[in-house]
């Protein structure tokens, strides 16, 4: 589609690729591989784009694609399917809110930000299971979670470097 | 007439609003989801066609994707045992020796079990048929703790059979396909197993919470349990077999009893699934469908014991008349062991207890 001489960006591009390139990495990180008695980290490799997508643009396909990859999770690992399909919107929704206040600040206090976001979504997702579930889960395996998919910021600043100002419409 | 020529052609809504709309909409979906989700009922119709068709697909990705892993773990053990063959041979021996002394004790106990079960005319369960499959995926989150395995519905797998490494309880089936079959952990949230301390037979609810340890829960008794005893599975409500090993009891941090999985002792890489429904496949199924029926007999009205007892019969009394009809007085009912009376002259009634 053509616009002022522009050239407005392909949702494929900065929708499609980073989901599947999510699905790839929860099916890589999902390998039974145990070294030396310990495993791999389980990251929410999903909360990059959750958080990207909300401080690129507000857009009308990103809450459908954070609720399709959602319901991939809880599906390939087993889990109550709408768990992180609302986990993940609820990180969306702080980050829509919030993107005046952070956009345009230093890489370490996104950073911050990033990590707060992750354990807002990561408590969302404790009192979700609490509701379905009828019982608490583990407050350090939630914690361990939250630890190794805090460090994914750099992957989530990739990708709101990459499109930001990708579209021409928004500049 | 196109859109954009319409007299709606000029209106604008703001991104930020059709966002928010939009977010609106897929969260009320995701929670209806999450409304209708079953799956802590662990039951057969709770495991959607979704979820199925997912696993079928995820089977062979998963498998392609944790070969290597698995080589490269080959490959390990192999140049560790190459390097570190002096040092296992000594520890082999050692262990050897230990083992023989244990042989010719549980041979001693086996022959001596043989002998009481005869003795006793127990009649043990009859061993349970399993299957053997590889672990393909596995996830470890606080709210999920699952893994796939590459043997389904063509091995005889169904939803509840419960699934073991060589060490102990791993978990059970919760959803099958043809090929593959999805395991619950002990440690998922969703998990609760019935359980007994070996040492003491107090009964407790093994009880998952996303963590690498299990809780003990509804434990009851004084003094039930202390650190190390050996937790099996008790067999109570027919989920699993009884006397499966499930680990050891420790006390955690919080002052809960917990249990160290002995599953985690050893490689994740295969399981076995025990073709086990519940108790009544351990039982004699053409013996239960048997079409002739032992003969039943029921106490007569007439001389129950709540009603009022009949005089005792005259001598002369006509012999056709039913020995349940004719109540002896006391002390015909209680003859003396070292006086048996002749058959013929006190017939034993038929049908009576004995």
């Not at chain 1, 350090?140 to 419409?169: G, I, N």
């Not at chain 2, 091995?155 to 978990?171: M, S």
Request: charged share 15%; hydrophobic share 50%; aromatic share 8%.
């Amino acid at each position: 589609m053509s616009m002022s001489g522009g050239r407005a960006l392909n949702p494929g591009r900065w929708l499609g690729v980073p989901m599947l390139l999510c699905v790839v990495a929860t099916i890589l990180f999902a390998a039974p591989i145990r070294i030396w008695g310990l495993q791999l980290p389980e990251p929410v490799f999903a909360m990059v784009p959750a958080f990207a997508w909300a401080m690129i643009r507000p857009s009308i396909l990103a809450p459908f694609a954070l609720l399709i990859l959602g319901l991939f999770l809880d599906i390939f690992w087993g889990g109550p399917t709408g768990l992180w399909g609302l986990s993940l919107l609820v990180a969306y929704a702080m980050v829509l809110i919030l993107r005046n206040a952070m956009t345009g600040q230093s890489r370490p206090m996104m950073w911050a930000w990033f990590a707060g976001v992750t354990a807002v979504t990561m408590v969302a997702g404790f009192l979700f299971t609490m509701l379905d579930s009828l019982a608490m889960p583990s407050l350090l395996a939630v914690f361990w979670q939250f630890l190794v998919t805090a460090l994914l910021f750099p992957f989530a600043h990739r990708l709101v470097d990459r499109f930001e100002d990708a579209d021409v419409r928004f500049r | 007439m196109p859109f954009r020529e319409g007299p709606l052609g000029d209106l604008k809504v703001p991104l930020t609003w059709t966002a928010a709309v939009a977010l609106i909409v897929a969260a009320v979906i995701a929670v209806a989801f999450l409304l209708a989700d079953r799956r802590e009922t662990l039951q057969e119709q709770a495991y959607g066609v979704t979820r199925q068709t997912v696993d079928v697909v995820a089977k062979p990705v998963s498998g392609a994707i944790a070969a290597p892993g698995r080589w490269t773990g080959l490959g390990l053990d192999f140049v560790r045992s190459y390097f570190f063959t002096a040092s296992e041979n000594r520890r082999l021996k050692t262990e050897l020796a230990e083992m023989r002394q244990w042989r010719d004790r549980a041979l001693a106990l086996q022959d001596q079990n043989e002998r009481f079960k005869s003795l006793m005319g127990l009649r043990t369960d009859p061993p349970i048929p399993m299957a053997t499959a590889r672990v393909v995926s596995d996830s470890r989150g606080p709210f999920a703790n699952t893994r796939l395995a590459d043997a389904g519905s063509e091995k005889g797998i169904v939803v509840g059979n419960p699934a073991l490494n060589e060490r102990g309880l791993v978990g059970r089936v919760v959803g099958v396909s043809n090929g593959v079959s999805r395991v619950l952990l002990l440690t998922d949230i969703a998990s609760r197993t019935p359980v007994m301390i070996d040492r003491t037979n107090a009964r407790a609810i093994l009880t998952g919470d996303g963590g690498p340890n299990p809780k003990l829960e509804y434990l009851r008794g004084v003094d039930p349990i202390q650190q190390g005893d050996r937790v099996v599975t008790s067999g109570d409500g027919g989920v699993v077999p009884r006397g499966l090993p499930v680990g050891a009891a420790v006390k955690g941090l919080d002052g809960r009893w917990r249990v160290v999985l002995f599953a985690d002792q050893s490689s994740i890489d295969f399981i076995r699934i025990l073709l086990f429904k519940d108790f009544a496949q351990l039982a004699n199924e053409k013996e239960l469908q048997a079409k002739t029926l032992p003969p039943v007999t029921t106490e007569d009205p007439q001389t129950s014991i709540l009603s009022v007892p009949t005089p005792a019969p005259t001598p002369a009394a006509p012999a056709t008349t039913t020995p349940s009809a004719q109540p002896k007085p006391p002390t015909a009912a209680a003859p003396k062991p070292a006086q048996p009376k002749p058959a013929a002259a006190a017939p034993a009634p038929t049908g009576t207890p004995q």
